[in-house]
């Protein structure tokens, strides 16, 4: 065990140990596919991914964790998410046995072979989960710091940020999975100093950098979930890549909020970190300083305070045409974290239902970008510019104001902490094309 | 033929003829189920629903028209609609030669009795389609200036209204048929004068007079629907309710629209009205008064500018407690019509998808509050009342702010010109029922 973290089990998958993202701390699940088979569900192990439904067939599960198994081996992930905690837990346990070191089946494991432990780099990833609605938050406090100063220097957050956790509808038809190309929206602008609209590609696509929260059980409508349940309604996370066109948006917004700007497309990494792999990483509610309001009493829990918000390391690199072609790595341009978010996930739940509103299985939450303080923090390219008026200069001398075709947005996200095995969510990146012809 | 109008063919569903909104003229759709049955699709015709799946068994159908019912005879109508136009019209045409006086299967058709033609009134409604995405629009000029007017009296339209068809995402989850109650949410509000805000029951609940459009085949992302291709991603028509808690709206909207404050709820008619039944009640656009801007080319087009507006009545009916209680009718408090759009349905739908957006079979659009002009057109209490300031007065001596436990309000909506039977929705009803116990 030198060497390596005490929690950190080992498995006799060679890979998965050590492996950044997926060793047997992590066990993600999602959705593949290989040679054009029907996707199916699966879990990540190091540079594999256990096919759920071969593991089925071929016994490796009892009671709780077959069920769990079972409703997550088919093409979407929601019938998994229904059944909640008990049952996700049940499997994670099974797994860490099966695949453990010292698992008492690891000789018919490795006879399996390729049918039970499918090679990542052949296999297609899709969208996890059917999604029934996908809410956007804008908990990160900093980026609303950023974007309100753009509009109001002296009073850059509105009256209610600290009270409401503020949110809005976004479109779940345009939710694709990383590595889908992102093409280039059309739509109206207003010119600086015009009085009329133009139509036209975007000249500002930006992309934000967010946390994705996958719903779990969900409520029936008119049925609040209290806060101190709205734990047991997370089915996992992911990261987030909510592509926004600003020029469209600066001139549509108003009075009903983004629409537009935002509905072309919404990338997600294909790999759902469970609540379970990131207990260790859980802490106080950091981002609240002393002498602001107390969250009002259905919003507040005391073990949410101390326990319920996340710290997991974000970051996003930018990988250009120009650095392709000589090909150089993609350059990290931010390193923020989701502590940085003012409202806890519980919080977000338990709000988006105090009216009764109906959560479902599979829905999906964005965070909101999660920029930092510092100006190596900042979650997108409208704060990294100032709105796009300070260029941001890139190590091969090209220069960016927002986002030029052929440009690929990647986001990270790993939790370190010592004496455990870091956890990675894998990537979720995106390629932006040219703008569709105008008929 | 004399006294009735010569376009109106007679059916042998007695029921049928002269019948306010369902003669044989209209045919549209819906779910339904019996004695707690599976639900499925069914056509409304006089006080009867056609069982569609029964009417498939009875081999009544051939070609396209079969393929249409069978697609309609699930539990929702999402494969109907994304068959679109002509497998559409090929059932209209089917049912219209069976259903009609001189149908040569008339005496095959009656034998089945009940189990072809169920009655209405033994029936339950159920939502016509699974809502993948729900997008609510504010294309009623006449509202976006009575609001805009509470909030800017000098300025009461945005400077993009005339441009853009404004809209946002609503929320799928918590879409319900007429007759489903709608418990009035809780919410924080900043009460008048405060600085902080406070949690409880809605105070300022309201409805939306809307129309509804059900999306029919749509697009692939990427790929928008040029404005004279528009008409045949609409499957049909139905009325819709979009709830409103004005007093939590007011908090939470700013900077990102309307969120809980219309969550909670949103009614829809269960019938779809068919585009062919509406043909004959299509205009030209009558809103947009002369000296407006042009829509931009995008959203031009010479036959949606002649032919594209809706020629539809729409009507707002409240029935309180007391007047329940006492044996009184609903009272009519609004008289609106569909020709207060500012925007077709053609513009929304190519509006919606020119960034690229992908619309799916069973989406749904609200068009925004049709309000016009007069007092008494007014489609939502928060405009009658002049944002609660005047009193809505009642026949019967109540007033009204805004809704109280027990209101139900109904919204009823009919085409008629001399000439042509009338075409009507059926009701769009709901009340309101008490907030949920705090915890």
């Keep these: ?56 067939e071929a016994g490796l599960f009892l009671g709780q964790a077959l069920d769990a198994a079972q409703a997550a081996s088919g093409d979407s992930l929601n019938a998994f998410f229904a059944l909640g905690a008990p049952a996700r837990k049940a499997l994670r346990d099974a797994l860490q046995a099966l695949l453990g070191e010292g698992s008492t089946q690891r000789e018919q494991l490795q006879r399996m072979g390729e049918s039970l432990l499918q090679p990542m780099e052949r296999c297609r990833l899709h969208v996890p989960a059917r999604v029934g609605d996908y809410t956007d938050f804008y908990v990160g406090i900093h980026h609303a710091n950023n974007v309100g100063k753009l509009f109001r220097p002296d009073n850059p957050l509105l009256p209610n940020y600290k009270y409401v956790p503020i949110g809005y509808h976004g479109r779940a038809s345009t939710i694709d999975v990383s590595g889908a190309t992102v093409k280039r929206p059309n739509g109206q602008t207003l010119p600086p100093g015009a009085s009329e609209p133009t139509f036209g590609p975007s000249k500002r696509l930006d992309y934000e950098l967010e946390l994705g929260i996958w719903i779990g059980p969900g409520n029936s409508r008119g049925e609040p979930i209290p806060i101190g349940r709205a734990a047991d309604h997370v089915a996992g996370f992911c990261l987030l890549n909510d592509w926004s066109a600003r020029d469209l948006q600066a001139w549509e917004y108003q009075p009903l909020g983004p629409f537009l700007s935002k509905s072309f497309a919404t990338s997600v990494s294909p790999w759902v970190v469970t609540p379970e792999a990131l207990e260790p990483f859980r802490c106080a ?90 100006p190596e923090s900042l979650g997108s390219l409208l704060e990294i510019t100032q709105g796009g008026k300070q260029p941001l200069e890139l190590a091969n001398g090209e220069k960016r104001t927002f986002l030029e075709d052929g440009d690929e947005i990647i986001l990270k996200a790993r939790c370190r902490r010592d004496g455990y095995a870091s956890i990675g969510f894998g990537e979720c990146r995106g390629r932006v094309t040219a703008a569709a012809g105008m008929a």
């Design 285 to 374: 509610q950091p981002a609240r300083p002393e002498g602001d309001p107390q969250p009002l009493p259905y919003l507040y829990d005391q073990g949410d305070q101390q326990q319920g918000a996340l710290d997991i390391e974000l970051e996003v690199l930018l990988l250009t045409d120009a650095m392709r072609s000589k090909g150089l790595a993609a350059q990290r341009i931010a390193l923020s974290s989701t502590r940085t978010m003012y409202w806890t996930v519980a919080q977000m739940v338990t709000h988006h239902s105090v009216n009764g509103c109906s959560l479902q299985p599979g829905d999906l939450f964005g965070s909101g970008t999660l920029s930092g303080s510092s």
């Design 1 to 56: 065990m030198t060497g390596h973290p005490q929690h950190a089990a080992r498995s006799w998958v060679e890979s998965a140990n050590d492996h950044p993202d997926f060793s047997l701390a992590n066990l993600p699940l999602g959705v593949f596919s290989r040679d054009g088979d029907e996707p199916r569900g699966g879990v990540a192990i190091g540079d594999r991914i256990l096919d759920l439904r071969a593991a089925c």
